[in-house]
């Protein structure tokens, strides 16, 4: 693996260091151990773009599950939320990881946001890539009680630039409640670009739509 001169290397050394992300963007971070998430109370997305190498170790029972994030407001009036264990990277690499039983749950009944945009890693990004990434026992929900669009992705929930998957699995559920107006997809679930799979690639989804009205 070849990474970037310009990004400071640092280790992961437990789940409070993974939380911490937010603070070390632009960085490679190594996984020293498993990462155990139950109990962890009040994990709320984090906003980071570098590489993280997992060393062959696993993140488990991870749970986000939010109702009050703010939008970010566009120059036409829109106002978005991106809700993932990331909620927005302008770049992000993981290799050598797994992930079991990770929920990410979102419910919005603001009516001033347009659009909702659910991933499992990330909710909206640029430069997603996976690298021997495992994912299992893994869920997806997006509910909307107010007037915004739903995209819903099993990794990402808006692609906006390249996104890579090369020799991994992921089996992961995808739910979705409350709005007619919703897209979803197995990687991802609104994409502009072309999703690129390289080598062994495999991918188990089931989605469920629930709609109240």
């Known amino acids: 693996m ?43 997305p984090l906003q980071y773009s570098g590489i993280i190498d997992g060393k062959g170790h696993t993140i488990k029972n991870l749970l986000i599950d939010r109702t ?3 939008c970010q407001k566009g120059l036409d009036n829109s106002c978005e939320i991106s809700v993932g264990i990331f909620s927005f990277s302008s770049f992000l690499h993981f290799h050598n990881i797994g992930f ?6 979102y419910s919005n009944s603001n009516d001033e946001v347009t659009q909702l945009n659910v991933g499992l890693f990330v909710g ?8 021997n990434v495992s994912v299992k026992n893994s869920l997806v929900i997006a509910t909307n009680s107010a007037k915004a669009s739903i995209s819903i992705g099993g990794l990402v929930g808006c692609i906006e630039n390249a996104l890579m998957v090369n020799n991994s699995e ?24 072309i999703i690129s799979i390289l080598k062994q690639f495999f991918l188990f ?8 009205f």
């Open 170 to 193: 992921i089996s992961v559920q995808l739910a979705i409640n409350g709005n007619i107006l919703s897209i979803a997809g197995g990687l991802a679930g609104s994409t502009k670009v």
């Open 68 to 70: 009050e994030l703010q």
């Open 205 to 212: 989804v089931v989605c469920v739509f629930l709609f109240d």
């Open 100 to 105: 079991d039983n990770i929920t990410i749950r």
């Open 2 to 44: 070849i990474f970037s001169l310009s990004l400071q290397v640092a280790q992961i050394c437990d789940e409070t260091d993974f939380y911490r992300l937010s603070d070390f963007s632009d960085s490679v971070q190594e996984l020293q151990t498993d990462l155990d998430f139950a109990g962890f109370a009040k994990f709320y």
């Open 124 to 131: 909206k990004g640029h430069g997603i890539k996976l690298v």
